[in-house]
């Protein structure tokens, strides 16, 4: 299984270069969309990294590539500059998931 990642920056390509897992700067939405077909189309790709800032452009689409079981897990990370989610979001997201405040 193979990883793979897309970034808006190229400090994070370098760095994940670094840890021998390829990548792609793309900048526009619909680029984005593109290699990940392409990805999904190469047998060992398992894993398809990709920056916050940059799946916040294509939100939508990859909501419905997450759910689906054609594509390969798809992450979301966030850049060097940091997280674009409020500090609270995984124990907002856990509240509205299963309506317990932790």
Request: no cysteine; charged share 35%.
């Amino acid at each position: 299984m193979k990883m793979f990642v897309i970034s808006d920056s190229s400090d994070t390509i370098t760095g994940f270069r670094l840890a021998g897992i390829e990548g792609k700067y793309i900048e526009e939405g619909q680029e984005v969309l593109e290699e990940i077909e392409r990805l999904r189309k190469i047998e060992e790709t398992g894993i398809i990294i990709i920056t916050e800032s940059l799946a916040e452009k294509v939100k939508n689409e990859i909501g419905r590539m997450k759910l689906s079981k054609d594509y390969p897990v798809i992450l979301e990370v966030p850049d060097r500059h940091g997280s674009i989610r409020p500090k609270d979001f995984l124990t907002r997201y856990i509240k509205e998931a299963i309506g317990v405040k932790i």
